[in-house]
């Protein structure tokens, strides 16, 4: 029998908002975070579904705190990806305009 990853409420809010923050698919997100295909998409419709947001994802999905720490990382790696993409644009923009 396999277990069932087990997310909490605050790693499934920060993933939606990666994805709505970037322009990026959803699979880039979901392979970025380790997470099955598909189950991006059905949390942003959960979480569009609930009229008070702060009601969204109820339970109690534990994490390991080593889990939880390689999710913090592979947020902190995203995150660091998109600041390397947008210097690069910055670095295009001001070569151009020294020629």
């Not at 923050?21 to 942003?44: M, V, Y």
């Not at 592979?74 to 210097?87: A, G, S, T, V, Y």
Request: charged letters at 40%; aromatic letters at 8%.
């Amino acid at each position: 029998m396999i277990d069932r990853k087990k997310y909490t409420k605050e790693f499934k809010l920060e993933a939606i908002r990666m994805y709505e923050n970037s322009e990026r698919p959803a699979s880039d997100i979901e392979h970025e975070l380790a997470i099955t295909p598909g189950l991006l998409a059905r949390w942003k419709q959960k979480f569009e579904k609930v009229p008070r947001k702060e009601e969204a994802f109820p339970g109690n999905g534990k994490m390991m705190d080593t889990d939880a720490r390689i999710r913090q990382m592979e947020r902190e790696i995203f995150q660091l990806r998109q600041d390397k993409e947008i210097l690069k644009k910055v670095l295009e923009m001001f070569s151009k305009e020294g020629k």
